[in-house]
């Protein structure tokens, strides 16, 4: 079975096909003749057939939010490891976050990305790249977005930091806007956010853990909506974690302001009342929202409020995570276990229809990025990700990544990540 995830000709068979693109969920054949899907086999290629559980296909998943750490924080995660992690879980395409040491803020910042990735062993996993709206992601200057985008960035964000200046925001929306490029905001208003960590709420509290007010985030979300009413530009929110952001999104969409959001699995699967004492591999930004928060978000994600998954892969080495829950940075990784835990979340929990879930991870991402629904159609690239329906319990010889901040390991989940073929 290996040989067919290094192949550019392969032929699948009695599988489940997803195809969001063409509205498709039904069983049959799917093949691939030197890199393109066709309506007929490549006898000399090889052949997958599941023996036991069903399988299924659908075009290959896309995030649109990844750290890989580099240039750095290179012990936690590198291009190529990222890369790496990527293809196990699934994905065949990943936007990484300019928040690096020294940040992606300008054209020769990005190139060296480029040729990080072009020299790492996994070439399959196509590595886009957002770049900051302001330099030095310091929130007091646009960056030279023109350049950027000249540069071949897919987006703009400062993430990890909101640009909180309105003035600065409002410029560097409306140039966008002008390059056809959207802005992504890291949500979350750093004055009203202080030292919290933790949502208020029921469960255990660490010692010393400050609160996050949900306002941190609230006023956020009300802010850039409306600077994207005003500019007309592509505001998509960065990973959602407050029942009323949800709320502000909607109406902001039926007002028809060019808006979307994504969700990570992280704040789809757990809920603040499950954190396990102090265990900073919870420790993430935003933290983890109540029970009704995490209710609401399922709610958005299967109504088509909030149109994308994304891991928000952030790795950490042991030694800093080893801090405890308020000294440890933020952040979780997911790319390994993206796919299964948000099935869990979502189909197991919520009774989400399969090709509405794999539509967030490939449509909905498509969408934001200027691109047409990827497809399983002939002539489609023959870019995929095979899952198999058996449970599946990871731990940490699973992961690919440098890092092992990952809270999703030891749960057991009703599907597994078979590989991509690309």
């Known amino acids: 079975m290996e040989s067919i995830f290094h192949s550019r000709s392969w032929t ?7 195809d969001p693109g063409r509205g498709e969920d039904r069983s049959g ?6 890199g393109v899907l066709t309506d007929s086999p490549d006898p000399a290629a090889p052949v997958f057939r599941p023996s036991g559980a069903a399988c299924l296909v659908m075009p290959a998943a896309i995030d649109l939010h990844v750290h890989f750490r580099q240039p750095g924080k290179e012990a936690a995660e590198t291009v190529a490891s990222g890369l790496d992690a990527a293809a196990a879980g699934g994905f065949g395409t990943v936007v990484a976050m300019p928040n690096t040491t020294p940040p992606l803020d300008t054209p020769e910042a990005l190139a060296q990305q480029v040729a ?8 399959r996993v196509r590595y886009c790249l957002s770049a900051c709206c302001t330099k030095g992601r310091a929130g007091r200057e646009a960056a030279p977005l023109e350049a950027l985008a000249q540069a071949g960035c897919v987006a703009f964000t400062d993430d990890g930091a909101m640009v909180a200046d309105d003035a600065v925001m409002t410029e560097v929306m409306r140039r966008a806007a ?6 992504m905001d890291h949500a979350v208003v750093p004055g009203l956010a202080g030292a919290g960590v933790i949502r208020d709420g029921e469960g255990v509290h660490p010692a010393g853990a ?11 979300v009300a802010r850039d909506l409306r600077l994207a009413k005003e500019t007309g530009a592509h505001i998509h929110l960065q990973h959602l974690s407050c029942a009323e952001s949800a709320w502000h999104l909607s109406i902001s969409q039926q007002e028809g302001v060019r808006a979307t959001a994504e969700a990570t699995p992280h704040h789809l699967l757990f809920c603040r009342e499950e954190i396990p004492g102090d265990d900073a591999n919870w420790k993430m930004n935003p933290p983890l929202g109540t029970r009704e928060d995490r ?19 952030a790795p950490h080495t042991a ?22 835990s948000t099935w869990q979340a979502l189909v197991t929990e919520c009774g989400m229809q399969p090709l509405d879930w794999a539509a967030r991870w490939t449509a909905g991402p498509a969408a934001v990025l200027g691109l047409p629904a990827p497809s399983l159609a002939p002539g489609a690239p023959g870019r995929v990700t095979l899952l198999s329906m058996e449970p599946w319990t990871p731990d940490e010889t699973c992961l690919r990544s440098r890092s092992r901040n ?4 030891g749960r057991t989940y009703p599907v597994r990540v078979l590989g991509l073929l690309a």
């Open 12 to 18: 699948l068979r009695d599988v489940c096909i997803l």
């Open 29 to 34: 054949d799917l093949f691939c003749r030197d």
């Open 116 to 123: 990080l990735a072009a020299a790492a062993p996994e070439r």
């Open 178 to 183: 002008a390059l056809g490029l959207p802005v």
């Open 210 to 220: 400050a609160i996050f007010p949900e306002t941190a985030e609230l006023a956020a």
């Open 295 to 313: 209710a609401i978000l399922r709610q958005s994600v299967l109504d088509g409020t909030i149109s994308c998954l994304a891991t928000d892969h």
């Open 319 to 340: 030694e800093s995570k080893a801090r405890g829950f308020v000294g440890a940075p933020f952040g979780v990784m997911g790319l390994e276990t993206a796919l299964p």
């Open 406 to 409: 990952n809270p999703f390991l």
